[in-house]
């Protein structure tokens, strides 16, 4: 069982940026793989970024690419994502996810999922 909870979100102005933080519990964090989702009202919960256990390779949704960093410190069982020049369709809930089988980009891959934290884009 691992245990999530996101942190770092707020209200930013467009153009502007935010860190959010995602803390696991349990020692069995580095065996996994983590995602960011979100979820905008009205919308489906859609991929955002993905990492894999060692922090080696990583993965981003087209919109997000070059402005959104994903990383992890597995010492202190914590994934982030940098989000840098914000837009207004950038509001949404964020999730974060530790990975099971499948792909990096679909919900159904995902065991255990945070409570997410609301992110607001002003223009």
């Known amino acids: 069982q691992v245990q999530l909870v996101e942190s770092g979100g707020g209200l930013v102005q467009a153009g502007g940026s935010l860190r959010l933080s995602c803390a696991a519990s349990?020692?069995?964090?580095?065996?996994?793989?983590m995602g960011w989702f979100r979820q905008a009202p009205g919308k489906e919960r859609e991929f955002v970024a993905a990492?894999?256990?060692?922090?080696?390779?990583?993965y981003y949704a087209d919109s997000v690419k070059g402005r959104f960093t994903i990383s992890r410190d597995n010492a202190k069982y914590t994934v982030y994502l940098q989000m840098n020049s914000l837009k207004p369709e950038d509001t949404a809930v964020y999730y974060c996810?530790?990975?099971?089988?499948?792909?990096?980009?679909?919900?159904?891959?995902?065991?255990?999922w945070g409570q997410g934290t609301q992110v607001t884009v002003s223009s």
């Open positions: 349990g020692r069995t964090f580095s065996s996994y793989a």
């Open positions: 996810a530790a990975k099971g089988s499948g792909s990096f980009y679909y919900t159904e891959a995902y065991r255990y």
């Open positions: 990492i894999s256990w060692s922090g080696g390779s990583t």
